[in-house]
């Protein structure tokens, strides 16, 4: 069963790491984790994708709350959410196929970003099965090259991570954070 | 000894090490303190910050080596840095679940200078978050299941101690006339010799302690984590108790144990919210049950035993415990001899139990008393060690010295790395692999330090010993050279159920 875990944390050398080491301690393989800056100066967001069928799993929450400079987490696995992903894929291109391939490109909705003498560069942003979908679709002309963000996620709705945690936690939040989350 | 003396007063204690090699020679100290909740503060030196990442003389990746270890780290090159850095790292090792916190300087951020003024707003940190509270419906289901319970039994930990809730558990056990059953690292947070003090629960509890938990319909686990070396296996672990955990690490609930009601927050805080809603309850029936399974089990009771010339560590403890009216007090270090202590030495006062329990650190016993002495100077302090594990850390008899203190250490010497050997014996069929152990001359090592020595190879020679070494100014050796396969009973094997326990055999008593 695949999870999805969203966290705020400080923005610091070494937070990553320590979040990391949560999973990895317990030997799960992190299947994507994507992390950057949010609207907040000093405050980044990671989302973090695990495969795995042990329930220890869906423990981990409290582990990554015990470390210091995590402020928020959760688990967006059975959350209404939107998740995306980004591809590149650099795939072979003969004059006889590249018209093909742009078709394909125009269905799912991806962007062709680099046009060489034999290959062609194709952007394209989706959930995961669609990314997966084109993915597959290009295969067999030859993939030389690919590279995936891995996932972002989102709630749905108004609630947000900043906000949840100040309610979750009973606590005010610190006026800086205050200030940028509209409230 | 940072770790000791945090133990014996509940202060921070801290630890210096120079760069490299001295930075990773705390490891061990670091996981003993982080296992048991302890709260120290480690300051590392590091080299240079131009030098970070050269590869430069002794130069180690300190706060990566530790980033699992402790409560949190943190690497410092700038000098403005260090004071409130320090200021957050004692903050972050003593509140909420206290434990190790690590600091690392370079070189130049130390020998740096810098106007100072001392910020005393208190320590906020946004992602930090040690004062949880329970919630109020929480609190009052937990009430109702407390007032219905007809064999309720507390779990009493570590917590107590950490959270000063020792008048809370005496007053909420009295009221409900509730028996109580003590972690190893939970024993002297209630009244050892209380009527309704069990004594210690789990792998070398006693049986009639493990059998209540078995039979109980309620458990209150006061500050505890149900441990592997408690619970024994946990599909069997009191399988017809609701239970209700009190623990100020949320991600301690339903670690281990499924939980009926988690009441996350400071255990003190929270009986006294819990108390005036407790009325007083009579489990006579229930305690006299209890009191029938102590019958049971005082025939197999190595200590009730005449002396037959032989020299058994529970003698030895039974004796300390005696001779010192039970009010010293006792580190132990780990292994055999930390059972026999936990079994037989009761303490009465806070704080007069320690020992390394979650990580089970050999080499623990001596610097931890050390330590324990420079934090409470005006108690008599004792350390039990094995032969093995007095040898691990042997060199701080120099620091005992050196720093003239006074505490005594009793060698429990079995001439065995003693609870190895017992695995051996009863699990793989006496081959006693790596665990027999020449010893040095223990006696003539004290005295290489200009301390005292004494030999006891004797039951009757262990009160005297015991009076020689209290009365002597520096501190004191004593080589109890106790029978050499003795195990300690009863005993759980790994991951069985509770209540199957290993008792020792009667035939084997009345031989002796
Ligand atoms: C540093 C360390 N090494 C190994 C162990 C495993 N271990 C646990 S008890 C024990 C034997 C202890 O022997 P001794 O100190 O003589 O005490 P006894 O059990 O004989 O009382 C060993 C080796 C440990 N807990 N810690
Ligand atoms: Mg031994």
Redesign the interface.
Not at chain 1, 65 to 71: G, M, T
């Given at each position: 069963m695949r999870h999805t875990f969203v966290a705020l944390?400080?923005d610091k050398?070494?937070v990553l790491?320590?979040v990391v080491?949560v999973f990895r301690?317990r030997n799960f393989n992190i299947e994507s984790l994507t992390v950057g800056h949010t609207h907040q100066v000093g405050i980044s967001r990671i989302t973090i994708v695990v495969d795995s069928d042990q329930t220890e799993v869906e423990?981990i929450m409290?582990?990554m709350?015990?470390?210091?400079?995590?402020?928020q987490v959760e688990d967006l696995t059975h959350t209404a959410r939107v998740s995306r992903d980004l591809a590149m894929v650099k795939v072979n291109a003969t004059t006889e196929n590249r018209s093909a391939i742009m078709q394909f490109a125009e269905v799912f909705r991806a962007r062709i970003v680099d046009v060489g003498n034999d290959s062609l560069i194709i952007e394209i942003t989706g959930d995961e099965e669609k990314v997966n979908g084109f993915v597959d679709v290009l295969r067999p002309y030859g993939i030389i090259e690919m590279v995936r963000t891995g996932i972002i996620a989102m709630e749905r709705g108004t609630s947000t991570l900043l906000n949840n945690m100040a309610e979750t936690?009973n606590?005010e939040l610190?006026i800086e954070?205050k200030m940028a989350s509209g409230n | 000894m940072a770790d000791g003396y945090a133990r014996a007063c509940g202060k921070v204690g801290v630890a210096l090490a120079t760069s490299g090699p001295g930075a990773t020679n705390l490891i061990t100290g670091i996981v003993t303190a982080q296992m048991d909740s302890s709260p120290i503060v480690c300051i590392t030196g590091q080299v240079a910050s131009p030098l970070i990442g050269f590869d430069a003389f002794q130069e180690t990746d300190v706060t990566g080596i530790t980033l699992p270890i402790t409560k949190h780290n943190y690497l410092i090159s700038k000098v403005e840095d260090i004071a409130p850095t320090i200021r957050e790292a004692f903050f972050i090792a003593s509140s909420g679940r206290p434990g190790p916190v690590l600091i690392d300087i370079t070189k130049d951020a130390q020998q740096a200078e810098i106007e100072w003024e001392y910020d005393d707003r208190p320590v906020h940190i946004s992602g930090y978050r040690p004062d949880f509270s329970p919630l109020p419906a929480d609190l009052c289901r937990a009430v109702e299941m407390i007032q219905s319970a007809q064999r309720p039994v507390i779990l009493a930990g570590h917590g107590i101690l950490i959270s000063g809730a020792m008048q809370e558990v005496l007053e909420f056990a009295e009221r409900t006339q509730t028996p109580v059953a003590s972690t190893l690292l939970g024993l002297s947070g209630f009244p050892g010799n209380h009527p309704l003090s069990l004594g210690m629960m789990g792998m070398h509890g006693e049986a009639w302690v493990n059998q209540t938990i078995q039979n109980a319909d309620l458990l209150l686990a006061f500050g505890m984590r149900f441990d592997d070396r408690v619970t024994g296996k946990t599909s069997t672990f009191a399988p017809n108790a609701k239970k209700i955990h009190i623990e100020i690490d949320p991600s301690e609930i339903n670690k281990n144990i499924a939980v009926d009601i988690a009441l996350v927050g400071d255990l003190k805080e929270t009986l006294q919210k819990i108390l005036p809603n407790v009325q007083p309850a009579n489990h006579a029936e229930w305690l006299a049950t209890i009191e029938a399974w102590k019958g049971d089990s005082s025939v197999r009771n190595i200590q009730n035993l005449p002396d037959n010339g032989h020299l058994y560590a529970a003698h030895v403890i039974n004796d300390l415990w005696r001779y010192t009216n039970g009010e010293s007090l006792v580190v132990s270090d780990v292994g055999q001899n930390q059972m026999w202590t936990a079994q037989y030495y009761r303490h009465d006062k806070p704080n007069t139990a320690i020992t390394s329990g979650g990580l089970g650190t050999m080499g623990f016993g001596l610097p931890a008393a050390i330590g324990a002495k420079f934090a409470r100077p005006e108690m008599e302090v004792w350390a039990i060690a094995g032969d093995g594990g007095f040898q691990m850390t042997q060199a701080e008899l120099s620091t005992a010295a050196q720093e003239g203190i006074k505490i005594n250490l009793a060698i429990l010497n079995n001439g065995y790395l003693g609870m190895v050997r017992q695995w051996q014996e009863f699990f793989y069929d006496r081959r006693y692999s790596a665990t027999p152990m020449k010893s040095p001359d223990f006696v003539k090592i004290a005295e290489a330090h200009g301390l005292t020595g004494i030999r006891v190879t004797r039951r009757d020679e262990v009160a005297d010993a015991i009076c020689k070494a209290r009365e002597t100014p520096g501190s004191v050796v004593i080589d109890f050279q106790v029978e050499k396969e003795d195990s300690v009973y009863p005993m759980v094997p790994s991951n069985a159920s509770i209540d199957a326990m290993i008792r020792r055999p009667v035939p084997q008593i009345a031989d002796r």
């Open positions: 944390v400080e050398p070494g790491n320590r080491s301690r423990r409290p582990y709350y015990k470390l210091i400079n995590v402020l936690q606590i610190p954070y | -």
